[in-house]
T-cell receptor, first 112, second 112 residues
């Protein structure tokens, strides 16, 4: 039972490079989320999805895009990385009609 | 816009002492969560509080919820060093797609 798996765990990017973070869950959860965590600011929601093929903006969506082509996967893309996107990114999932969220182990991204 | 505020943001306490972390939220919410995060790790779920007056206890931690005051407390009894971590409260509303809004976090250090 893997839960929520994030890849990669660490990444260093140069300004202007692009990359995709992958989140995979094996719990058949409808809802999936991408958060970023910065010191002193808690976790802030970037984008989320309430089902396969759907996405919606969260609190801080600028500079990111997402896709949910398969129910079990939620991808977060950075088209042109900026130093302000240096952060720890967490993926989470939850089940509709239930409470409780399962978090991944995080991706530490540094943009230089 | 839903806002969640915690205080204090930093807490240094001696072993054996008691203390309380406060979590205020700005609008009606369905559920309140408490999480623990150790440095470099993901979030560990501590409590989920579902209704007014709810109280849950696990070891030296006790959480309570007052929905009328929009306030939750996390009380620490006879602190030990192992409780050193960052504690987050978060709220969600099922009608908003069940997405979590987090407080800034309280960094707790328990000194011998």
């Amino acid at each position: 039972n893997a839960g929520v798996t994030q890849t990669p765990k660490f990444r260093v990017l140069k300004t202007g490079q692009s990359m995709t973070l992958l989140c995979a869950q094996d719990m058949n959860h409808e809802y999936m989320y991408w958060y970023r965590q910065d010191p002193g600011m808690g976790l802030r929601l970037i984008h989320y999805s309430v089902g396969e093929g759907t996405t919606a903006k969260g609190e801080v969506p600028d500079g990111y895009n997402v896709s949910r082509l398969k129910k079990q996967n939620f991808l977060l893309g950075l088209e042109s990385a900026a130093p302000s996107q240096t952060s720890v990114y967490f993926c989470a999932s939850s089940y509709w009609g239930d409470y409780g969220y399962t978090f991944g182990s995080g991706t530490r991204l540094t943009v230089v | 816009e839903l806002k969640v505020e915690q205080n204090p943001l930093f807490l240094s306490m001696q072993e054996g002492k008691n203390y309380t972390i406060y979590c205020n939220y700005s609008t009606t919410s369905d559920r309140l969560y408490w999480y623990r995060q150790d440095p470099g790790k993901s979030l560990e779920s501590l409590f989920v509080l579902l209704s007014n007056g709810a109280v849950k206890q696990e070891g030296r931690l006790m959480a309570s919820l007052d929905t009328k005051a929009r306030l939750s407390t996390l009380h620490i009894t006879a602190a030990v060093h192992d409780l050193s971590a960052t504690y987050f409260c978060a709220v969600d509303k099922e009608t908003s797609g069940s997405r979590l809004t987090f407080g800034e976090g309280t960094q707790l250090t328990v000194n011998p």
